[in-house]
């Protein structure tokens, strides 16, 4: 799935290593993330509900 129009960002805590993921958030009904090392590579894609769920219970942990 290619997002067009997305605008990827890595986390302020991502270290310098290179091993972080990049979410899109910018869009319409869908939230992308994909491995910043193969930004050409595969996207997963979550509903905004979904990706709320999954950071509230990220930041829980």
């Known amino acids: ?4 129009g997305a605008v990827w960002r ?3 805590r991502s ?3 290179g091993e972080c993921v ?7 009904g869908v ?3 994909r491995d910043s090392k193969d930004p050409s590579g595969p996207i997963l894609t979550f509903t905004p ?3 709320r ?3 509230t219970h990220a930041r829980r942990s």
Do not use: C, H, R, Y
């Not at 799935?1 to 067009?4: D, G, Q």
């Not at 990049?22 to 319409?28: F, Q, S, T």
């Open 53 to 55: 769920a999954f950071i």
């Open 1 to 4: 799935m290619e997002l067009i």
């Open 15 to 17: 270290g310098t290593q």
């Open 22 to 28: 990049e979410v899109a958030d910018n869009l319409p």
């Open 10 to 12: 890595k986390s302020t």
């Open 49 to 51: 509900d979904a990706w």
């Open 31 to 33: 939230v992308g993330v």
